[in-house]
């Protein structure tokens, strides 16, 4: 028999879904190149990330944005850096992700601008905006507004795109941050669909959307999740998020046409759970995690992008990119994936599972609506308490081995990496000079402008932010004046205000059962007797714009559990924010946690600000993602003890800075 007429065999294959990697850095012309490069390799898509000044609404020479220009993205500072960015590149014929969420209206003002330029309607163009802000008080710490604020902002942005972007999806929510941040399936699914009903409701509130357009509304509103490595729990997990989210839209939007209440959704896989002990592990992570979000045709991806084996360690190169692209490739074009119907259909295994989880996610989405919505669940600390408390469990199960990591807390033996040896460049190198250039061409940009236009547009935006006006028209005008991403964020800000999001450290202490806290708190007790302090006081500090607290709030929680006391002021702090909170506080240990690559220029600041004040002799420790060379450099600096993904035992870590502070005081 012809092959083609088995049993069961779709007539014709399934599309493949759309494949990207998630590509920026050093500044719009190098990822132009890359952009290129990838689309050249048969990439079908772009996503495209930029860098943190960018995401919080600074320009590169702002003094928050100081070692952080081009350093986890592309830097975008106004109109001449997004046609650098897209130069050559037909954005009427691409499908591009833009991971942008407080300034999302204004990164799609400068994306329209640049298509109408290159000679295309905005109606033509298609992609998606994330615009998720509320995951970012949780998780990625990149918000700038009040909530109330930034679901403006994002039903503004979702009604414009209704008219003139019909083919554009103006929001993206985001459970994979969720996950990230410690969510169990459950948590993911039930918090990610409030977000979603926030701003359903947002739109349907607003007065700018007829309630019969809600069903293309709906129809628009995709979403953006995480696979872990448990990959049938998480088609189990895809399958409930489509049947709960056809339900709510429903009954909740009253939308009647079941395409229009097709859950959509693209993933990237779980980046976090890469590790940087025996990396070459982290390809297998990623296939069976790509699996998760591919194997069921009935809850299959429509965007698929992958992260490099060498996350854990740095930057990625063109060539790792590479290599994530063509697993895809591999799974959709040489295996027989897309030829069948849904191989979970009838199954009494993925049936149980997938009711369980309705379950357990209608049950937290309930609640948080009897909260008032998920906005009031921010502002209470209740969601961002939950997630702390649920990653707390996470690592405690990581610790004592019963979550079991190959390579990590299992099976540690290991023969030397070729990925990482000694002379392998294992990962892409920022320039140093990319941030001065940057710095150095957008205050050239202000001063080739006309100013009069400049401040016209921007006295616009603030009246129109006043009142219950569309932003967009306003944001349209700034992009065209010349105004620069941190002006547009800085006259929102003097009208809207900024905000700080609870830090979750009210959470549960998890490690109860660790038998060695005992003896740590005994330690913490002795030290703090012998300083003749009532209790040794620890400083954790983010400095600069890196919103990726999971870790620190970790060792927070932990170090509080062990009988620290914790002062933690969360996110996006100066120097000498941080400085001038170890003096008042009087601390015993300053430890720092930098995520994004910034370190060699965010902790020297720190150490020469304590130097300045007098503390030259407080002790600081450093955790992040740090490569061994940039390590040595730190510890010649000045720092006590540097911290990396491969310290994963919490307990140990805080041991370590009982064990700092005794030496930093000349005690045995």
């Given at each position: ?17 759309v ?42 020479d702002?003094?928050?944005?100081v070692?952080e ?24 014929r ?23 330029e ?6 033509m ?14 998780s990625r ?55 979603a ?6 739109v ?90 591919t ?33 895809q ?9 897309l030829?069948?119907?849904d ?8 049936t149980a ?31 961002k ?11 405690h ?10 390579g ?53 935006l ?13 944001t ?11 002006e ?30 005992a ?10 007797r ?103 450099q ?7 003890r ?27």
């Amino acid at each position: 028999m012809d092959e083609k007429g088995l049993p069961g065999r779709l007539p014709e294959r399934d599309r493949p879904w759309v494949m990207r990697t998630y590509a920026g850095h050093s500044s719009a012309a190098a990822t132009n190149a890359l952009f290129r490069r990838n689309l050249a390799k048969g990439q079908t898509g772009l996503s495209v990330a930029f860098d943190l000044p960018t995401q919080t609404g600074y320009d590169p020479d702002h003094e928050l944005a100081v070692g952080e220009v081009g350093r986890v993205g592309v830097p975008v500072a106004h109109l001449g850096d997004m046609r650098a960015l897209f130069d050559g590149i037909p954005l009427a014929r691409m499908n591009t992700s833009m991971t942008i969420n407080a300034p999302a209206m204004w990164l799609l003002a400068l994306y329209g601008t640049v298509a109408t330029e290159q000679g295309w309607t905005a109606s033509m163009l298609a992609g998606t905006t994330q615009n998720d802000i509320i995951k970012e008080y949780l998780s990625r710490g990149t918000h700038i507004f009040p909530p109330a604020a930034s679901l403006r902002l994002t039903a503004d942005v979702v009604a414009h795109a209704l008219e003139a972007m019909p083919r554009w999806n103006p929001v993206n929510i985001c459970s994979y941050h969720l996950q990230e941040a410690g969510a169990t399936p459950v948590q993911e699914v039930g918090f990610a669909l409030a977000t979603a009903v926030a701003v359903l409701d947002a739109v349907r509130d607003c007065g700018q959307v007829p309630a019969e357009r809600m069903g293309d509304v709906v129809q628009r509103l995709s979403f953006f999740v995480n696979a872990g490595v448990r990959f049938v729990e998480e088609v189990a997990k895809m399958r409930a998020f489509g049947a709960l989210w056809d339900e709510i839209t429903r009954d909740r939007y009253g939308v009647t046409d079941p395409k229009q209440r097709r859950f959509r959704y693209g993933v990237q896989v779980n980046s976090l759970g890469l590790t940087e002990a025996q990396p070459e592990n982290n390809i297998q992570r990623i296939v069976l995690e790509m699996l998760g979000v591919t194997l069921s045709r009935d809850a299959r991806a429509r965007a698929v992008q992958l992260p490099a084996w060498n996350e854990a360690l740095g930057l990625p190169r063109p060539w790792d990119q590479q290599w994530s692209l063509r697993m895809q490739q591999v799974l959709a074009y040489e295996s027989d994936l897309l030829e069948y119907p849904d191989l979970f259909a009838g199954s009494h295994v993925m049936t149980a599972l997938v009711d369980g989880l309705v379950a357990g996610a209608r049950t937290e989405l309930e609640k948080v609506l009897e909260m008032g919505g998920v906005v009031a669940a921010v502002e209470t600390g209740y969601l961002k308490s939950a997630l702390v408390a649920s990653l707390a469990q996470r690592r405690h199960r990581m610790e004592v081995g019963s979550d079991v990591v190959v390579g990590v807390n299992r099976f540690t033996e290991t023969e030397p990496s070729p990925l990482t040896a000694t002379g392998a460049e294992a990962i892409e190198q920022v320039d140093p000079a990319v941030e001065a250039d940057a710095a150095i061409a957008v205050r050239r940009w202000r001063a080739e402008r006309d100013a009069a236009a400049v401040d016209a547009a921007l006295a616009r935006l603030q009246a129109d932010a006043a009142s219950t006006t569309n932003l967009m028209p306003a944001t349209l005008a700034c992009v065209r004046a010349g105004v620069t991403t941190g002006e547009w964020a800085g006259a929102l800000r003097q009208v809207f205000g900024e905000y700080r999001a609870p830090t979750g450290l009210t959470a549960t202490a998890a490690a109860g059962a660790d038998p060695g806290l005992a003896a740590v708190r005994q330690r913490v007790v002795a030290t703090a007797r012998d300083l003749g302090a009532g209790r040794l006081r620890l400083l954790v500090g983010k400095p600069g714009l890196d919103g990726h607290s999971n870790g620190a709030e970790q060792i927070a929680v932990r170090a509080r559990d062990a009988g620290f006391e914790v002062i933690y002021q969360g996110i996006r702090l100066t120097a000498g924010q941080i400085v001038a909170a170890a003096v008042e506080e009087d601390v015993d240990l300053v430890g720092l946690s930098v995520l994004s690559g910034s370190h060699l220029a965010a902790v020297p600041a720190v150490l020469d600000g304590l130097r300045a004040a007098g503390r030259g002799d407080l002790p600081v420790v450093v955790g992040g993602i740090i490569p061994a060379p940039d390590a040595e450099q730190l510890r010649a600096a000045g720092v006590a003890r540097v911290f990396t993904p491969r310290d994963f035992a919490l307990t140990g870590v805080v041991d370590e800075l009982v064990t700092v502070i005794r030496e930093a005081n000349g005690l045995t």
